[in-house]
């Protein structure tokens, strides 16, 4: 079992629709990273919480640190927001375990 | 400020021959990594330096892959000899420090490696 599991792998939604990507893991952390991957390009660092939750334009992200879980919310979502999502988790000593990712593809 | 360059964008090899990938990390930054991503999975840390030393290199294949940080600044990453499943996107990152307690990275664009 991974230490961190994203779901769902794949994911397809119309434009304007509430997105939301899961992340659960299994190991404490410090801090846990939303990253987002577009074909052919570097990752982009969207959010690092420890806590609570952070938006950032129609991005949000939820952590809750006694289940382990954490969300990523898209909010009327675009098709520029096509990627692939990636939760990562940062445990002592700074070695940041990422999950397999999540592609999310947004259709006109 | 300028971002993470890695070089080359792009590699083609036979399998069997060397390649080397360069990373210059953004300015002041202590931390550097070195990630592999095979398609359709997660980035895996190959090697993690704090300045030029290495903190952490448990998942680097040791017979064929090696990485250095000889001023604490740029980094290489050489595979010899390639194989086949080395194909991957070779990511590096930075980070301000280890030791800042939030760990934010910065990646780079990422070399393509295809193992024919």
């Known amino acids: 079992k991974n230490e961190v599991e994203q779901s769902p792998q794949n994911l397809t939604a119309q434009e304007g629709e509430f997105i939301t990507i899961n992340c659960s893991y299994s190991v404490g952390i410090s801090a846990l990273h939303w990253l987002q991957q577009h074909p052919g390009g570097g990752i982009v660092s969207l959010f690092m919480?420890?806590?609570g939750k952070k938006k950032h334009g129609r991005l949000i992200a939820t952590i809750n640190i006694q289940e382990k879980h954490s969300s990523l919310h898209i909010t009327a979502s675009h098709p520029r927001d096509s990627a692939v999502y990636i939760c990562?988790?940062?445990?002592?000593?700074?070695?940041?375990?990422f999950g397999e990712g999540t592609q999310l593809t947004v259709n006109p | 400020e300028a971002g993470v360059a890695q070089s080359p964008r792009y590699k083609i090899i036979e399998k069997r021959q060397s390649v080397a990938f360069w990373c210059n990390p953004i300015s002041g930054h202590a931390t550097l990594y070195w990630y592999q991503q095979i398609l359709g999975q997660g980035p895996k840390l190959l090697i993690q330096?704090?300045?030029?030393?290495?903190?952490?290199d448990s998942q680097l294949p040791k017979d064929r892959f090696s990485a250095e940080r000889l001023k604490g600044v740029d980094s290489t990453l050489k595979i010899q000899p390639a194989k086949l499943e080395d194909s991957a996107v070779y990511l590096c990152a930075s980070s301000l420090d280890l030791h800042s307690g939030a760990n934010v990275l910065t990646f780079g664009a990422g070399s393509r490696l295809t193992v024919l």
């Open positions: 919480l420890s806590s």
């Open positions: 330096f704090q300045n030029n030393g290495v903190v952490d």
């Open positions: 990562a988790v940062d445990t002592s000593g700074s070695r940041l375990t």
